[in-house]
């Protein structure tokens, strides 16, 4: 019989039973280790680096939307750096104070400096931003870049638990692994041995935890500051959250190819929407997510249908033209807004003005006696847009545009309300009134009056008639205030800016050159290949900045060139491409003539120009062999901002466009000479041309020269001709 075994006297250690793994004492175990423990330390190491400059007056920011692509996209996290904020200067990427929305920062390039001012610009955009930004309002200068790590906060701001269940299961596969390998001395003695004697003292009451449990509250701490970290930078959500972009939605410029888009689009998320092109009545479809609940109805009378309407893409170029006496369009019941944006397009040239749009408890058409949220037209064509205290029906706070509107063009009119930024007026996409000081509007039940409702005395300049006579199309409400450069850019979608027609949204130029920099040597490609195609400016006999074509806001000058020593050229050698358009906008009284745009070799020897003959006849023309050509009919050096549209191909032939017109064209051309050069603006040799000019160099204004890897059709050059009228 087999004696028990003994007990542990006192001063011993108990006797270890167990036996060790053998496996993970070898070296794959510790490999797998080494490397899970690795890859939690470089994660602490990047989320403390992260944290951590905040002591040093440092921010932390997360990217949440993708306008700075590719140089940030969403999920990075930038450490923003305080500076002087005189030190700024273009190309910096800034922090700053959302000019558009209160409470809110926004992370762009610095564009251009206008005094005290700065223009921002997104690198995803081919248009600045719309606002300027005070200098005072620059937190910092963002300095380091690290990729995807605030990925876990976006995921958290939509709710979506996958992913962050996928990051908590890898986080826990990973601390798994590195306490994997155990090391023989952490196992304990074999079975039946004894551990030392020890002296039980003060020293030995504080005896080290054994390695192997040392490391699991390491990566027990790594785990908790990857869980901690995050939180810290976006719990702050004002402070450190950063919308690169537009805060009202995530997506980058040139958002939009056609009205309906603008409203419809998952961005934009227009909670009703009437693009108004319905060819009969009596419903006025809502296309929102509200769907046939909220259909509107137009009136019986006054409403002529398919009237010609703002240029809004295919299938949307119709409006609705009601008669100011009996047409007009109201929806189904629903309860008002607390906060919202509402926004038509309207077309008049009435002088007894009338509401545009409303909302008010008049039912199926009929006069409201309690309205506001409501943008009228007064009888000198000035907008103004009310409401009403909800509390107080007999305060009033309204805003009003300086200039008329009533001048036959298509304008598009936004209202938006909410308690912080307050009421906001924009027409054309820019800013004409703000009233941050009213508050607590009120609910009821009622509806949205498009064409007519009341419009009390009590009102500043209440027009003659509650009747509006004119044109309307493309009517949405949204359920939250919208960003000034998000209405800018709704507005984009119908007469195009210069920006827009020429952009991956319609025209998709490979080199566009916008000419809109206040000063310096290089002309920025805004076109699908880059800066490699960036333009360099003659150091002489250039001005920056002159009076150009309505191209739209941030797009409206030229550059203007002295016909002896401007022009712009590329420096970056490229092959002449078989199929192609050229456009430029100019404008001359010059009899000398002068290059516009066109190619050149290098070696004196002009191809694929577009030039001003001596009379001020516009010509285009390729060279095979010899210098064919086509020339307009009319002569257009009359200090007007014409477009200059030339295309060819072999199955085409030559086509030259003017003011959006085709004016002059041969199909007898088969090609044009293949060759490897640059291009140019303003000035070549045209020597040996068909009315070669004077003057190889342009005396006059140019904008927006584009150059397009295909041939454009006729309704995009005319799109592009629209855009800056």
């Known amino acids: 019989m087999n004696p028990a075994p003994a007990m542990p006297s006192a001063g011993t250690s108990e006797v270890v039973v167990g036996t060790p793994a053998a496996w993970r004492e070898g070296w794959a175990a510790l490999v797998v280790s080494a490397v899970a423990r690795c890859l939690l330390g470089t994660l602490a190491l990047l989320l403390a680096l992260s944290v951590l400059p905040a002591l040093a007056g440092w921010q932390t920011s997360v990217v949440m939307s993708g306008s700075m692509e590719p ?55 081919p248009d600045a931003d719309v606002s300027l930004v005070d200098r005072s309002a620059v937190h910092g200068v963002g300095t380091v870049r690290l990729p995807g790590l605030g990925l876990p906060v976006i995921w958290a701001g939509e709710g979506r638990t996958g992913p962050l269940l996928a990051v908590g299961g890898v986080l826990a596969a990973l601390l798994a692994l590195s306490v994997l390998h155990r090391a023989p001395e952490d196992q304990g003695p074999p079975a039946g041995r004894r551990r030392p004697r020890t002296r039980l003292s003060v020293r030995t009451s504080a005896t080290r935890l054994p390695r192997g449990r040392g490391r699991r509250v390491t990566g027990l701490s790594v785990v908790a500051l990857v869980l901690v970290a995050p939180a810290a930078v976006a719990g702050t959500d004002a402070r450190f959250s950063v919308v690169s972009g537009n805060p009202s939605s995530n997506f980058a410029a040139a ?33 929102g997510p509200a769907g046939p609940v909220l259909d509107a109805t137009y009136s019986t009378t006054g409403v002529t249908f398919r009237a010609p309407g703002p240029d809004c893409g295919a299938r949307a170029r119709s409006a609705v033209a009601l008669d100011g006496v009996s047409g007009s369009m109201w929806t189904a019941s629903t309860t008002s807004l607390d906060k919202f944006t509402v926004q038509i397009w309207f077309s008049t040239t009435s002088t007894t003005g009338g509401k545009l749009i409303g909302f008010g ?35 009033r706070h309204s805003l009003s545009s300086s200039a008329a509107y009533n001048d036959g063009r298509w304008h598009l009119v936004t209202a938006s309300y909410w308690s912080g930024p307050g009421m906001r007026l924009l027409v054309d996409g820019v800013e004409v009134g703000r009233d941050q000081s009213f508050d607590n509007p009120g609910s009821y039940t009622g509806s949205w ?9 009590e009102w500043p300049s209440a027009p003659s008639s509650g009747w509006f006579a004119g044109s309307l199309a493309h009517f949405a409400v949204f359920a939250f205030p919208m960003a000034v450069d998000d209405a800018a850019h709704q507005y984009n979608a119908g007469p195009w800016t210069c920006p827009a027609a020429a952009g991956p949204s319609s025209a998709n130029a490979a080199r566009y050159w916008p000419m809109q920099e206040s000063g310096g040597g290089t002309a920025v490609n805004r076109g699908s290949v880059g800066t490699v195609a960036n333009g360099t400016y003659s150091a002489t006999g250039l001005t920056h900045g002159v009076p150009g074509p309505a191209c739209g806001p941030g797009a ?38 002068g290059a516009l745009i066109g190619f050149d070799t290098g070696a004196t020897r002009a191809d694929r120009h577009v030039y001003l003959t001596d009379a001020g006849q516009v010509a285009f023309g390729v060279r095979n062999g010899v210098p064919v050509t086509v020339v307009s009919p009319a002569a257009y050096n009359d200090g007007q901002w014409h477009l200059a549209s030339a295309t060819f191909s072999a199955a085409t032939g030559l086509r030259l466009y003017v003011d959006g017109t085709l004016v002059a064209q041969r199909s007898d051309v088969a090609a044009a000479e293949a060759a490897t050069g640059y291009w140019r603006v303003g000035g070549a040799d045209l020597s040996g041309w068909p009315g070669a000019p004077t003057s190889p160099a342009f005396a006059g204004s140019v904008a927006h020269a584009s150059v397009h890897g295909t041939v454009l059709s006729a309704a995009e050059v005319a799109s592009a001709y629209h855009a800056g009228t």
């Open 71 to 125: 140089t940030l996209v969403p999920g990075d996290v930038t450490l923003v750096r305080p500076v002087d904020p005189a030190a700024i200067g273009v190309g910096d990427i800034v922090l700053v104070d959302d000019p558009d929305q209160l409470g809110t920062l926004r992370m762009h390039r610095v564009d251009e400096l206008a005094g005290g001012q700065l223009r921002l610009r997104g690198d995803a955009s």
């Open 255 to 287: 958002r939009y190819w056609t009205c309906a888009d603008a409203s419809q689009s998952r961005q934009a998320e227009a909670l009703n929407y009437y693009a108004l092109q319905e060819s009969s009545g009596p419903t006025a479809v809502d296309t």
């Open 361 to 395: 408890d008049g039912m199926s058409g009929a006069a409201s006696t309690r309205y506001d949220r409501h943008v009228y037209m007064t009888d000198a064509g000035r907008l103004v847009f009310g409401m009403q205290n909800g509390k107080d029906p007999s305060k």
């Open 449 to 457: 009056h498009v064409g007519h409702d009341t419009v009390g005395a």
């Open 556 to 593: 409206n000058s030229g550059v203007r060139l002295d016909g002896s020593a401007a022009a712009m050229w590329t420096t970056q050698s490229t092959s002449a491409p078989a199929s192609f358009s050229e456009q430029v906008w100019f404008s001359t009284s010059t009899t000398s003539g």
